[in-house]
């Protein structure tokens, strides 16, 4: 019989799946099926406690991740041996990822990885935290009156480092941005884009636990937005999202509460 420590023959497949942007019953069918039936279950933070407990008793989970982000604090290449060490003993390998395992997740690089090794993968799509996010809170990103163009950019590194490549004039053209891992540096990111000729009243919210019980939407300004997410208080994970396109909350969260009192 063979060992489940030894090289399997065919190597089983390592499935990258998007767990989506929190609440448990956001997961794809896809997603939730192999979840259920995997051997293996590497998983980051914020993944919300009831799809963990889908996974199978049988199954082996590892935690990769730390509390407050997506991306782990466990190195990417220890995760990307973890993956390819279960793969090769032939078993069926779910990493799961918040929102989508490609935007901001870093599932290229572990999806490119495994190629290299000869490692068969599957890349299942999650509902990322742009789309989950700005639903929940009646944003609708793409409303033909609120401009022809999405972006959706990382604040994770601090504008003023080298590290940071984002071009601040362009991004201050675009209609709507949504921004991941802005917290920290929401003071500089609004700065930069006001200081680059975005309007200093176009409108702003930052997202909060988006889709979980929690959830806090926090309306704004460019100018005021920072202010006032740090004034109410507002922690990690948050999202924030400029444009015209936030200005249509309001009017979407009347019209649900008229429809609502008139039924
Ligand atoms: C490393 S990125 C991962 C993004 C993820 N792959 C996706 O597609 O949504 C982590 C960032 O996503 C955002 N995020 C994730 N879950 C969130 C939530 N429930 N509410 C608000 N923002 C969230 C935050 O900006 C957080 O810093």
């Given at each position: 019989m063979l060992?489940?420590?030894?090289?399997?023959?065919?190597?089983?497949?390592?499935?990258?799946?998007?767990?989506?942007?929190?609440?448990a019953d956001l997961i794809t069918v896809r997603g939730l099926k192999l979840l259920q039936s995997a051997d293996?279950?590497?998983?980051?933070?914020?993944?919300?406690?009831?799809?963990?407990?889908?996974?199978?008793?049988?199954?082996?989970?590892?935690?990769?991740?730390?509390?407050?982000?997506?991306?782990?604090?466990?190195?990417?290449?220890?995760?990307?041996e973890l993956l390819a060490r279960h793969a090769r003993e032939g078993r069926s390998v779910v990493r799961l990822k918040c929102g989508d395992p490609c935007v901001f997740g870093r599932g290229g690089e572990e999806a490119e990885y495994l190629a290299e090794?000869?490692?068969?993968?599957?890349?299942?799509?999650?509902?990322?935290?742009?789309?989950?996010?700005?639903?929940?809170?009646?944003i609708p990103l793409t409303h033909r009156e609120a401009g022809q163009v999405v972006a959706f950019v990382t604040g994770h590194f601090d504008p003023d480092s080298a590290e940071c490549k984002l071009d601040w004039a362009a991004l201050a053209g675009l209609s709507n941005l949504v921004i991941y891992m802005g917290l920290r540096h929401v003071e500089r990111i609004t700065a930069k884009?006001?200081?680059?000729?975005?309007?200093?009243?176009?409108?702003?919210?930052?997202?909060?636990?988006?889709?979980?019980?929690?959830?806090?939407?926090?309306?704004?300004?460019?100018?005021?937005?920072?202010?006032?997410?740090?004034?109410?208080?507002?922690?990690?994970?948050?999202?924030?999202?400029?444009?015209?396109?936030?200005?249509?909350?309001?009017?979407?969260?009347?019209?649900?509460?008229?429809?609502?009192?008139?039924?």
């Open positions: 060992s489940r420590l030894e090289p399997s023959a065919r190597p089983g497949t390592v499935y990258l799946v998007g767990a989506g942007p929190g609440s293996v279950v590497a998983h980051d933070a914020l993944i919300h406690a009831e799809l963990l407990a889908e996974i199978s008793p049988a199954a082996e989970r590892v935690f990769v991740g730390k509390r407050g982000y997506c991306v782990g604090s466990t190195r990417q290449e220890t995760i990307h090794q000869g490692i068969p993968f599957e890349i299942v799509p999650g509902v990322t935290t742009a789309l989950g996010a700005c639903a929940a809170a009646n884009l006001a200081a680059a000729g975005m309007p200093g009243d176009t409108p702003a919210a930052v997202i909060e636990n988006a889709t979980l019980p929690g959830m806090r939407t926090i309306d704004g300004e460019l100018a005021t937005i920072a202010g006032l997410a740090r004034a109410a208080g507002v922690q990690a994970p948050a999202i924030i999202v400029i444009g015209p396109a936030v200005r249509f909350r309001d009017r979407l969260l009347q019209l649900a509460e008229l429809a609502h009192t008139s039924n």
